[in-house]
């Protein structure tokens, strides 16, 4: 029943308050002990991510209409009230009747009968309020931001002076919307016409995406990865920002491709299906499970010249050093570009990003020694943060003179003489993210 449903969402929302438990981790692996039918487990996904994501906006209509500060409320019991707020607020088709009276019993599960009168009579202020919700100060424009869109204060002031009033309150917009599903034809066993029919044939509508070759769009929802078409390795999801770095590079079959950090292995699929089988082809990742699982997928792909090795990125290996024509450089980041897909990086502190330019220096460095002389490299994170991106880059290039910033060139997006480009969601319909090409001169040795 819908009931279990929401119950299955209060424990994950427990689970991210009291463990950190990030919800993709909550829904693979404890979800499904829930025993929900696949509608109830669809609606439980939908309140635990929805809630997440929209938690500061609906603290700030909980504070409106609550007699308690949220402080002194039971966590529980104000987890319940989350919930219920979301259901009135953002779900149309859930009748407010069923969103109050669930979310009750569930705050008299947790808190007994004070808790649930309490909580009553809240969500009844809500829901008779839902029309006319007061509207967030904009007085302190980041502060506005911050709650209008739940994201971080921190994030919210730097966006502002990096885009400027209007742009950062466009990308947050853009963060609160549901991106569509993007998958990247497999084209070593099909081409995008095809796999649209096969799809078809599957009750799965897409249409080609307007600028990145080889990439389809999903019209219709379903778990893609229950389909014959995926089962055969006819296609991989994936955004199209992350589809770029192999495009960057401009691939060709013969050449000798390294992907770092390369799990779970998407732009390690592009760079083979460039190559068509032709050059020797290495992907690298610190997690062994990840390289076994990069592996297997890389058969179901029909990819059979693909190397896997578990080694930390960040650590020289000398025996690789100047031996590819081309390297990914992909590395880990604080995702301060996939808002709109990960509820929980909405709630990283400004201090969670201080170490990551340290470490994405070194594999940046790392990368540039395994490149050949006259090869390429390009890094790329799902970011819009300097600190990660550019600020990386100029270090690398301050340190390495053998390197320099080559014209970036993107399908359908043209070219970037000055060798880098962010992307965002409001201005690119993508993930944020961030590409550089760096060349490495043919005299280095």
């Keep these: 029943m819908a009931g279990d449903a929401r119950a299955a969402a209060l424990a994950g929302l427990k689970a991210q308050r009291t463990q950190g438990t990030w919800p993709d981790q909550f829904v693979k692996k404890e979800l499904g002990q829930w025993g929900l039918s696949r509608q109830d487990t669809a609606l439980a996904v939908q309140l635990l991510y929805g809630t997440l994501q929209n938690r500061q906006l609906i603290d700030f209509y909980l504070a409106s209409y609550s007699s308690r500060k949220l402080q002194k409320i039971m966590p529980p019991v104000l987890d319940a009230l989350r919930l219920g707020v979301y259901q009135l607020v953002f779900l149309d088709k859930i009748p407010a009747s069923a969103a109050v009276n669930e979310s009750v019993r569930l705050a008299r599960r947790s808190g007994g009968p004070q808790a649930a009168g309490f909580a009553n009579a809240v969500l009844r ?125 401009a691939v060709q079959p013969g050449e000798d491709v390294l992907d770092l950090c390369a799990a779970p292995g998407g732009k390690t699929m592009i760079a083979a299906q460039m190559q068509r089988g032709q050059g020797k082809l290495l992907a690298m990742d610190i997690h062994v499970f990840k390289c076994e699982e990069l592996l297997q997928t890389s058969r179901r792909y029909g990819i059979e010249n693909l190397e896997v090795r578990a080694a930390d990125s960040a650590v020289f290996q000398p025996g690789l050093e100047g031996a590819f024509h081309k390297v990914i450089c992909d590395v880990p980041c604080s995702g301060m570009g996939i808002l709109r897909k990960k509820a929980d990086i909405r709630f990283k502190q400004a201090g969670d990003v201080e170490g990551l330019p340290g470490l994405q ?49 993107l399908p359908g997006l043209g070219e970037e003489p000055r060798g880098w480009r962010t992307l965002y969601p409001h201005t690119d319909g993508t993930d944020g993210f961030f590409l550089a090409c760096l060349r490495r001169n043919q005299e280095s040795l």
């Excluded at 302190?140 to 994030?155: E, G, Q």
């Excluded at 998958?183 to 044939?201: H, K, S, Y």
């Excluded at 006259?374 to 799902?382: N, P």
């Design 125 to 249: 202020q809500v829901a008779a309020n839902r029309d006319h919700l007061p509207l967030v100060d904009q007085a302190d424009f980041a502060a506005y931001l911050s709650t209008r869109y739940s994201h971080p204060l921190w994030f919210a002031q730097r966006m502002l002076k990096i885009l400027g009033p209007e742009g950062a309150e466009r990308l947050f917009a853009a963060d609160n919307q549901v991106p569509p599903v993007t998958v990247r034809v497999n084209t070593l066993r099909t081409d995008p016409a095809a796999l649209g029919q096969a799809l078809e044939g599957e009750g799965v509508r897409s249409t080609p995406h307007p600028w990145l070759p080889d990439c389809l769009v999903m019209e219709t929802g379903g778990n893609l990865t229950e389909t014959q078409a995926f089962q055969k390795g006819l296609f991989y999801i994936q955004d199209p920002a992350s589809q770029l770095p192999p495009w960057a590079l």
């Design 361 to 409: 220096k070194r594999i940046l460095s790392c990368a540039g020694a395994y490149c050949k002389p006259g090869g390429t490299v390009v890094y790329s994170t799902c970011t819009v943060l300097p600190e990660e991106n550019e600020q990386v880059v100029q270090a690398f290039l301050a340190e390495n003179p053998a390197f320099s910033l080559a014209p970036l060139v």
